[in-house]
Every structure is written in structure tokens, then in C-alpha cells.
């Protein structure tokens, strides 16, 4: 297993539960781009904005996972990587520091998706604190902002 696991995938595509089981069995720590974003942003402030926050928080949890490295703490980032130039940014930046990665993608059908969308959402409601609901009309809109893994990007893809 390598030092850093990077997943990305749809929305609902079993990304954070692939996590938890890496934090188990490997002891891991998850980087969660997603989980920062909900402490530190109020408010959608539209998709730029969002993303523009999004890659500074990633940013920041790249440069904190090397301490963790150091340490020999497996990190999982727990993140969708929706563009090629997001999964090159993060895999460069660990390819340059010469520390081994390993990029996933997580893969599940629609239907599944859905289901998982939908008891997740139903979870969230009854949380404290700011949460993502995510409908069925924003998943198929994130859908679309999904490019898709391709054959140079050295991927390995999981069907959860």
C-alpha cells in the first residue's frame, strides 16, 4: 500500500466509504476536502468561488500530509477530482517529492448511486451542523462537470 491513496469519482460513488475502510485496515488518515469546506465556508458562493476554495483547502491538506508521511501515516484523500487537471495537480505534486501514490478511481452504476445518494441525504438531514443534500437534478449536474479518468493517468478503478 502506498504512502498516499488519492480517490476520486462521482458523487455517490462509495469514495468515503472506501476511506473509512482504508482508515481501519491501514490506520490511515482521510483528508477530506469536502469535510474542511463545510467548517470553513458559510455559504455557496457560487461553483467559481466554490472551487477556487476547493483547491486551496486541497493545497493546504497536500502540504499537511507530509508531515503525516513523515510519520509513516497512509493519508487518504477523500475528494471527486472531477478534472484531469485536478488529478494532475495533486499526483505531481507527491511524484515530485518522490512519494508513492496511488490514484483510484471509484466507479458505481446510476442506480446505485441514486440509493446511496438517498440514504445519505436522509443521514445528513439529521445531523448537526452544516451538511451537503444533494438531489437527483445536482447529481446528474456534477455528472457533467465529471471528466473522465483516462489511460495516461496510471489509475486504478474499483466498482463499488
Known amino acids: 500500500m502506498n504512502d498516499v491513496i488519492i480517490l476520486c469519482g462521482k458523487t455517490a460513488a462509495g469514495k468515503t466509504t472506501y476511506a473509512k475502510r482504508l482508515q481501519k485496515e491501514k490506520r490511515a488518515v482521510i483528508l477530506s476536502v469536502d469535510e474542511v469546506m463545510l467548517k470553513v465556508s458559510d455559504q455557496c458562493e457560487g461553483r ?68 446511496r445518494l438517498a ?15 444533494i438531489t437527483e437534478e445536482m447529481l446528474r449536474r456534477f455528472d457533467g462537470w465529471f471528466e473522465p479518468v483516462e489511460a495516461d493517468e496510471d489509475a486504478v478503478f474499483l466498482f463499488s
Open 48 to 115: 467559481k468561488a466554490h472551487l477556487e476554495l476547493a483547491r486551496r483547502v486541497n493545497e493546504y491538506l497536500m502540504e499537511f500530509s507530509l508531515s503525516l508521511i513523515r510519520q509513516g501515516i497512509v493519508c487518504v484523500f477523500d475528494y471527486g477530482y472531477w478534472t484531469k487537471e485536478e488529478r494532475r495537480r495533486i499526483c505531481t505534486f507527491f511524484k515530485e517529492r518522490q512519494i508513492p501514490y496511488t490514484l483510484i478511481c471509484m466507479e458505481a452504476d446510476e442506480r446505485t448511486r441514486l440509493e
Open 119 to 133: 440514504v445519505r441525504n436522509e443521514t445528513n438531514a439529521m445531523k448537526e451542523g452544516r451538511q451537503y443534500i
